[in-house]
T-cell receptor, first 112, second 114 residues
Framework: DQQVKQNSPSLSVQEGRISILNCDYTNSMFDYFLWYKKYPAEGPTFLIS?????DKNEDGRFTVFLNKSAKHLSLHIVPSQPGDSAVYFCAASYSGTYKYIFGTGTRLKVLA | DAGVTQSPTHLIKTRGQQVTLRCSPKSGHDTVSWYQQALGQGPQFIFQYYEEEERQRGNFPDRFSGHQFPNYSSELNVNALLLGDSALYLC?????????????FGEGSWLTVV
């Protein structure tokens, strides 16, 4: 039972354009969400988070949107840069656990 | 400020053997969790340690065990290794309190079982 799903295994975007990575979840108890970026042979690097009390959080070029009714979140990267090429994971948790459930990742390729 | 450090980075073991992986949390962090990431998958939660006790556990058999030391560092032990245990093992740490919702990962330990 996969509670967090990233249905697009890969995405290609031109440099300078917007990258939109999507994530769906099934457990309505989830109230905290994280996005990580992972380069080959490295551990995941934290990018941005969002609590269920918000519907948007911005940090520089990265914005995460949360639609609780649809159980959907998305990560927007604007403008996309070649260095953003990596695998992106979304993760979800609920209060008091700090046990994160991860999606299977989306490989983003930003074309120069 | 050192981040999460893990050792060894790579190792090869034979089926049936035992392995110990080590993790030092980020400075100021006292909670450590371990994740297994198989090829093409997202990280899967193994367990979490706080105050030297296992606090939560994922869906992993008892062959997977751990320990946390007074300095907050941690070990992951896997007994009776199977081929399917080949994966990247990630350690993550977080501070307690309200700032503790985000977990920070180390570089991981690549385990190959042959």
């Amino acid at each position: 039972d996969q509670q967090v799903k990233q249905n697009s295994p890969s995405l290609s975007v031109q440099e300078g354009r917007i990258s939109i990575l999507n994530c769906d979840y099934t457990n309505s108890m989830f109230d905290y969400f994280l996005w990580y970026k992972k380069y080959p042979a490295e551990g995941p690097t934290f990018l941005i988070s969002i609590s269920s009390i918000k519907d948007k959080n911005e940090d520089g070029r990265f914005t995460v949107f949360l639609n609780k009714s649809a159980k959907h979140l998305s990560l927007h990267i604007v403008p996309s840069q070649p260095g953003d090429s990596a695998v992106y994971f979304c993760a979800a948790s609920y209060s008091g656990t700090y046990k994160y459930i991860f999606g299977t990742g989306t490989r983003l390729k930003v074309l120069a | 400020d050192a981040g999460v450090t893990q050792s060894p980075t790579h190792l090869i073991k034979t089926r049936g053997q035992q392995v110990t992986l080590r993790c030092s949390p980020k400075s100021g962090h006292d909670t450590v969790s371990w994740y297994q990431q198989a090829l093409g998958q997202g990280p899967q939660f193994i367990f979490q340690y706080y105050e030297e006790e296992e606090r939560q556990r994922g869906n992993f058999p008892d062959r997977f065990s751990g320990h946390q030391f007074p300095n907050y560092s941690s070990e992951l032990n896997v007994n009776a290794l199977l081929l399917g245990d080949s994966a990247l093992y990630l350690c993550a740490s977080r501070p307690t309190g309200l700032a503790g919702n985000t977990i920070y990962f180390g570089e991981g330990s690549w385990l190959t079982v042959v």
